[in-house]
């Protein structure tokens, strides 16, 4: 960032809700998010676009096949 290295920690979580669920006007940390997008699993699994974590479709795939690990999923 700004040419300096820097660590960063994010948290993701899986939920299963309705698309309209969804309401960015009550975000509690805006970012400067510009736009949201809806993606089915199958849209992950085949975009060329660079998706955050990288392998996200792999680990949304694992879960519905194995269900949810007893622990947290550290990625590296």
């Known amino acids: ?3 300096h290295q820097v660590r960063q920690v994010e948290k993701y979580f ?3 809700i ?3 669920d969804l309401d960015p006007a009550r975000a509690t940390q805006i970012d400067n998010i510009r736009a949201s997008r809806w ?5 992950l699994q085949n975009t060329k676009e ?10 949304i795939a694992d879960l519905l096949k194995h269900g949810t ?3 947290p999923t550290v990625l590296g």
């Open 39 to 43: 993606w089915t699993l199958q849209e």
């Open 69 to 71: 690990p007893e622990q």
């Open 1 to 3: 960032m700004g040419g």
């Open 18 to 20: 309705e698309a309209s």
């Open 14 to 16: 899986l939920t299963h």
């Open 50 to 59: 660079t998706v955050y974590p990288v392998g996200l479709a792999d680990l």
